[in-house]
């Protein structure tokens, strides 16, 4: 069983950073492929970023490539998404995901525990 807490959210301007933390309980996180996904109001949710056991292989979603960074501290059972150059598109409720599978994988369903979301709101 592993428990996940976002944090870091907030509101923000078109251009502005920010960083999102989660915060994972167990003894075996660095046994979890981790993601971030997001969902925006009446859309469905969207795979934003994941990241393998070490932190070897990254994947991101084609609309925050080469603007948001994950990177994760299995010292610390912590994943982190670093969102540079925010866009008011990029507003949405953020969850982090954690899979037990091997691979890393873009889809929902193949996440098995998820946070309680954290709020970011970028304006234009």
């Known amino acids: 069983q592993v428990q996940l807490v976002e944090s870091g959210g907030g509101l923000v301007q078109a251009g502005a950073s920010l960083r999102l933390s989660c915060a994972a309980s167990?003894?075996?996180?660095?046994?979890?492929?981790m993601g971030w996904f997001r969902q925006a109001p009446g859309k469905e949710r969207e795979f934003v970023a994941a990241i393998s056991w070490y932190g070897v292989r990254t994947y991101y979603g084609e609309s925050v490539k080469g603007r948001f960074t994950i990177s994760r501290d299995n010292a610390k059972n912590t994943v982190s998404l670093q969102m540079n150059s925010l866009k008011p598109e990029d507003t949405a409720v953020y969850y982090c995901?954690?899979?037990?599978?091997?691979?890393?994988?873009?889809?929902?369903?193949?996440?098995?525990?998820w946070g309680q979301g954290t709020q970011v709101t970028v304006s234009s």
């Open positions: 995901a954690a899979s037990r599978r091997v691979e890393v994988s873009t889809l929902t369903t193949a996440y098995n525990y």
């Open positions: 167990g003894r075996t996180f660095s046994n979890y492929v």
